[in-house]
């Protein structure tokens, strides 16, 4: 069943072209060249100016600027949880108690989300921040999130959510949009995704669920000038973006229509004190397995995909199911994406090249991006 929650009244790295068959996928690994290492692309003890300054110093344009954590969590009595906390919008929550057999289909989940972006119920200038030697904290009416790596934190109250959260990173530092010092007034983006494990408390509706054992995912993204629309790439089959951890490695993959019937993907696996990045052709994809229409959005959308990659240090085989969802409309330049946040598991199996094997049963969440409306303005920005 799911827990009554009323709604309330840079161009990446690297592109990787994802076949459309898992098995070629696979028997390819027989002929292809050994994927590549991208350890310059890594941070694994990343300090806070690396973690991205709040405006750049050489700075003087507008600027869009991105920090926050998605939490996934089975609490300390057995709820499944999906909790948003990102700064340049309003808090989402979706906490589901479905069995076995239930989390085998979509469930038309109510949940708790309100607005989209801080001028929908704020002024300007309402969204505080701090920055030392050692901290950056970000805080918005009752909510502070701070950074001091490895260590990050979630307090206090913000669109009806009260979090009291610790987070510690458990990967290495992605830049998947590039490092921070690459933003200028001149234009550019930067990026960093990385995987923590998460403990403390969530209080939503009166209701207070403990977490002993969650993870969390942290990105950090600034882009300078006009923020990209994305409107182009998240047409068709639109762009998901995966994070699944078990209690001995994790991965976190993103994919992008560019048309054609092929995706472009990005991903990192975290596995014995390793964080692997794929960002080459043939090495990995993503394949939907099973839609499901929303009775709301009226939209049909996958609800169930299979996730294989090569990598230097083994194969990975994955299967994420999705179960309940809350959803937002992303209003962009030219057109609106609308976005359905999935609450997930996944059966996982990475093998090792040496033979050895690690299969886990996962706790996952998915994004699932996808262009609703396009005005078809000729800028592709």
């Given at each position: 069943?799911s827990?009554?929650f009323?709604?309330?009244?840079?161009?990446?790295?690297?592109?990787l072209?994802?076949?459309?068959s898992t098995?070629?996928?696979?028997?390819?690994s027989?002929c292809?060249?050994?994927?590549p290492?991208?350890?310059?692309?890594l941070?694994p003890?990343?300090?806070?100016?690396?973690?991205?300054?709040?405006?750049?110093d050489?700075?003087?344009?507008?600027?869009?600027?991105?920090?926050?954590y998605?939490?996934?969590?089975r609490t300390d009595s057995?709820?499944d949880?999906?909790?948003?906390?990102?700064?340049?919008?309003?808090?989402?929550l979706?906490?589901?108690?479905?069995?076995?057999p239930?989390?085998e289909?979509?469930?038309?989940?109510?949940?708790?989300?309100?607005?989209?972006?801080?001028?929908?119920?704020?002024?300007p200038?309402?969204l505080?921040?701090?920055?030392?030697?050692?901290?950056?904290?970000?805080?918005?009416?009752?909510?502070?999130?701070?950074?001091?790596p490895?260590?990050?934190?979630?307090?206090?109250?913000h669109?009806g959510?009260?979090?009291?959260?610790?987070?510690?990173?458990?990967?290495?530092?992605?830049?998947?949009?590039?490092?921070?010092?690459?933003?200028?007034?001149e234009?550019?983006g930067?990026?960093?995704?990385?995987?923590?494990?998460?403990?403390?408390?969530?209080?939503?509706n009166?209701?207070?669920?403990?977490?002993?054992?969650?993870?969390?995912?942290?990105?950090?993204i600034?882009?300078?000038?006009?923020v990209?629309a994305r409107?182009q790439y998240?047409?068709?089959?639109g762009?998901?973006?995966f994070n699944?951890?078990?209690k001995?490695?994790?991965?976190?993959?993103?994919?992008?229509?560019?048309?054609n019937?092929?995706?472009?993907?990005?991903?990192?696996?975290?596995?014995?004190?390793?964080?692997i990045?794929?960002?080459?052709?043939?090495?990995?994809?993503?394949?939907?397995?099973?839609?499901w229409?929303?009775?709301?959005?009226?939209?049909i959308?996958?609800s169930?995909?299979?996730?294989?990659?090569?990598t230097?240090?083994?194969?990975?085989?994955?299967?994420?199911?999705?179960y309940?969802?809350?959803?937002?409309?992303?209003?962009?330049?030219?057109?609106?994406?609308?976005?359905?946040?999935y609450?997930a598991?996944?059966?996982?199996t990475?093998?090792?090249k040496?033979?050895?094997?690690?299969?886990?049963?996962?706790?996952?969440?998915v994004?699932?991006?996808?262009?609703?409306?396009?005005?078809?303005?000729?800028?592709?920005?």
């Amino acid at each position: 069943m799911s827990l009554l929650f009323p709604t309330p009244t840079y161009t990446p790295p690297g592109q990787l072209l994802a076949s459309t068959s898992t098995a070629a996928l696979l028997a390819s690994s027989l002929c292809i060249p050994a994927p590549p290492s991208y350890t310059n692309l890594l941070a694994p003890g990343f300090e806070v100016p690396q973690d991205g300054p709040i405006v750049p110093d050489n700075y003087t344009k507008d600027l869009f600027s991105d920090f926050g954590y998605v939490v996934r969590a089975r609490t300390d009595s057995e709820e499944d949880l999906l909790l948003w906390l990102f700064l340049y919008r309003q808090s989402a929550l979706l906490v589901t108690n479905y069995t076995g057999p239930e989390k085998e289909i979509m469930h038309n989940t109510p949940f708790l989300n309100k607005g989209q972006n801080l001028d929908d119920y704020y002024s300007p200038g309402s969204l505080q921040w701090n920055e030392t030697k050692d901290e950056v904290t970000w805080k918005l009416d009752g909510r502070e999130l701070a950074s001091s790596p490895p260590y990050y934190k979630a307090r206090g109250e913000h669109g009806g959510i009260e979090v009291n959260l610790d987070l510690v990173q458990w990967s290495d530092l992605f830049y998947q949009i590039g490092p921070f010092t690459e933003v200028n007034s001149e234009g550019g983006g930067a990026g960093g995704i990385l995987h923590l494990k998460a403990s403390g408390t969530v209080t939503a509706n009166n209701i207070t669920y403990t977490i002993s054992e969650g993870y969390a995912i942290h990105e950090r993204i600034i882009t300078a000038g006009v923020v990209p629309a994305r409107l182009q790439y998240m047409g068709g089959r639109g762009s998901p973006w995966f994070n699944s951890w078990g209690k001995q490695f994790s991965f976190w993959t993103m994919g992008t229509d560019i048309g054609n019937d092929t995706q472009s993907i990005q991903m990192f696996i975290n596995i014995d004190n390793q964080t692997i990045i794929v960002e080459e052709p043939l090495y990995a994809q993503i394949n939907a397995l099973n839609s499901w229409f929303d009775p709301k959005t009226n939209q049909i959308n996958p609800s169930k995909w299979k996730i294989t990659s090569i990598t230097e240090l083994g194969t990975l085989d994955a299967t994420v199911t999705a179960y309940g969802r809350y959803y937002y409309t992303w209003i962009r330049r030219g057109g609106t994406i609308l976005v359905h946040s999935y609450i997930a598991d996944t059966v996982a199996t990475f093998t090792r090249k040496n033979g050895t094997v690690v299969s886990e049963k996962q706790v996952s969440m998915v994004e699932y991006m996808r262009t609703l409306y396009n005005q078809g303005l000729d800028e592709v920005v």
